[in-house]
């Protein structure tokens, strides 16, 4: 019999006892009698046989065994008792057999409390086992608003398709990104083969994850593996080696970091005013020459949003003419994109911007593999620690574009057509509608969609008989057209009254500067583990509106009063009392949504005419864009 096996899990057994009992938590094994709901609350369904994982058995049906062991289910009976020779005895069984006869449990939020075989389960934890064979009866509670029964039932639905029952998450929706991530369709059930394939992948992470974190991360495996799977893809994790594995693990680690914040995004309002040091004065800058980097999804001839960010290129080319130098990268797509970026590397660009959300996961994994390139992704709300993201309030232009819109419709009707339903673009509809009803109550905001597959916007928007129409944000060079900003439609025929303007060269510069200047640095605070997200907009500089001449004089006096005072900071079009289609959104006039508010906001002011589109109604071309920061996406 192992006596001396049976002494050293004695020893793990009191150690761990003490520690609780010194930290005020209970020392010894959950019971499941103690915490269960009353009855009448829930159901119970046996799952039959199963393998249970060993890390999830937490506790005993039933107080009777519970002080025999301590938390870590490592016993606390002294060597001499009875109990100490029946462990002993398993201990030796195991050893030369294993222990095959399985146990009974109950599962209760997906952790698992013994009825019988207590002293086995203690055994195989000791000799480090990874499952065990049980008898399982599921304790299904009911539904309710609790984060913690969301999450469960979430993954009742996952186990269903699965009959996974290791992965847990500590946030709601990532069961449903999991199954996306590696490849599987929401209602499509897993074969064994497929099931294996899963239980070797999570395994080899796990091993490398928990080696390196040794219990200090809050968050779990799973939430750390679907952020690694969903950054470098679930089939090429499986063709890494061992060694590929680990060190990948280790270079991703601030990434897993982020996970643990709350607030996981830091949300630079406007650039930063820190002063350089004495030193960094007398010490100029080393670099005599920088290479600049533009990654863009479409031409500047083609695309409008392509046509601003290769205007802000030429910005800094004229601004720094001995300083920097720049290249462009165009008609990039997700298939060539990390090649693009690894092209203007090994080219000795220092900074590389990349001008589409849908393009972050390569330049995260460009920037792990690449510490001393600086690499920004243009998109709101993305919360990753190797690169900075970039994205400029435009919701203050719109608002001034709907006061306009307000103003001219002299029957009350406008149309708004957006592209994504993406957080940001969600501040600019609401913004826009709230502008129109401040300059004319009655003002009502059509809105449509230019990504919704199967629709004729302009046939819906001339349906509706509008005043004025607000389309896309800038001209495209190639197209000629004056269907942009706000407009009347006279006929075939657009006259334009105003457009917004993103003026990314502003930004562009100020970045530089930050780097020239050696005050990059300031803008990452080394307390916080949160992604820095620049959000600037009009007192910056980096947004604007034009007035044309086609504009009565009154209206432009108007429009320059509410940009100084949303430039000084002394207006937010998201202020006093909101309303959205369902209802109150905020009732105090005294209050600003804060900047988290606007950024994910998923509602819709009460004067708007439409709805947001999901994911389901979207064209294919759409998907990379809303897939990283679609509304439905981010909402679970």
Request: include cysteine.
């Amino acid at each position: 019999m192992s006596l001396t096996d049976y002494a050293k899990a004695y020893k793990l057994g009191k150690k761990n006892y003490q520690y609780r009992m010194l930290h005020g938590e209970l020392p010894t094994l959950e019971v499941l009698d103690d915490i269960i709901p009353s009855k009448g609350t829930f159901s119970e369904v046996p799952l039959g046989l199963i393998q249970i994982p060993i890390d999830q058995i937490v506790g005993t049906k039933t107080g009777g065994r519970s002080n025999a062991f301590a938390a870590n289910f490592m016993p606390i009976l002294r060597e001499t008792s009875e109990f100490a020779m029946k462990w002993a005895k398993l201990s030796s069984s195991h050893e030369k057999e294993g222990i095959r006869e399985p146990i009974k449990a109950y599962e209760y939020m997906n952790k698992f409390y013994v009825l019988e075989g207590n002293k086995r389960v203690s055994v195989m934890k000791y000799y480090g086992v990874v499952s065990v064979p049980g008898t399982v009866t599921r304790i299904v509670p009911k539904r309710t608003n609790d984060k913690e029964n969301r999450i469960y039932f979430e993954f009742l639905d996952f186990y269903e398709l699965t009959k996974i029952n290791y992965v847990w998450f500590s946030e709601e929706g990532s069961f449903k990104e999991l199954l996306e991530a590696v490849g599987k369709g929401q209602d499509e059930e897993w074969n064994d083969d497929e099931r294996l394939e899963f239980s070797s992948i999570y395994r080899r992470f796990m091993a490398e994850y928990t080696a390196q974190d040794k219990g200090k991360m809050s968050v779990t495996v799973g939430d750390a593996f679907l952020a690694f799977i969903k950054l470098y893809g679930y089939k090429e994790i499986d063709e890494l080696t061992t060694k590929e594995l680990k060190d990948l693990v280790e270079k991703s680690w601030e990434e897993f970091s982020l996970l643990e914040e709350d607030e996981d995004v830091d949300l630079k309002m406007d650039p930063n005013t820190e002063k350089k040091s004495l030193l960094s004065l007398l010490m100029p800058f080393g670099l005599s020459r920088l290479k600049v980097a533009f990654i863009y999804e479409k031409t500047p001839g083609s695309s409008a949003w392509t046509y601003a960010h290769e205007l802000g290129r030429l910005h800094l080319e004229q601004t720094f003419p001995e300083e920097v130098s720049t290249v462009y990268y165009e008609n990039v797509t997700l298939d060539n994109v990390e090649e693009c970026i690894d092209e203007a590397i090994a080219d000795g660009c220092d900074i590389i911007f990349t001008t589409t959300p849908s393009f972050v996961q390569a330049s995260v994994k460009a920037a792990i593999a690449n510490p001393n390139v600086r690499i920004l992704n243009c998109s709101v709300n993305t919360s990753h620690r190797y690169i900075r993201t970039y994205y400029a309030r435009m919701h203050e232009a719109k608002f001034l574009m709907g006061a306009i819109a307000g103003a001219m419709a002299d029957h009350n009707r406008v149309a708004y057509i957006a592209d994504y339903p993406i957080y940001g673009s969600i501040a600019n509809i609401n913004a826009f509608a709230l502008g129109a009803k401040m300059i004319n109550p009655r003002a009502q905001v059509y809105l449509e969609w230019t990504a919704k597959k199967d629709t004729d916007v302009m046939e819906n928007v001339l349906r509706k008989q509008v005043d004025c129409i607000s389309g896309k944000d800038m001209v495209i060079p190639e197209e000629g057209s004056r269907f942009f900003g706000i407009y009347h439609l006279e006929g075939e025929v657009a006259r334009n009254l105003a457009m917004p303007l993103w003026h990314w060269g502003k930004f562009y510069e100020q970045m530089i500067r930050t780097i020239m200047d050696g005050t990059w640095k300031y803008d990452d605070d080394p307390s916080s583990k949160k992604a820095i997200n620049y959000w600037w907009g009009m007192s910056a500089g980096v947004i604007d509106v034009v007035c044309s001449q086609n504009l009565p004089i009154g209206t432009k006096r108007l429009i320059e009063v509410l940009r100084e005072t949303i430039t000084l900071g002394q207006f937010n079009p998201f202020s006093g009392i909101l309303y959205s289609q369902e209802g109150v959104v905020q009732d105090d006039p005294s209050k600003v949504l804060s900047p988290e508010e606007i950024v994910t906001m998923d509602w819709l002011a009460e004067n708007v005419i439409g709805s947001i589109p999901r994911e389901d109604e979207l064209k294919e071309q759409s998907k990379p864009v809303v897939s990283q920061q679609g509304i439905e996406n981010k909402k679970g």
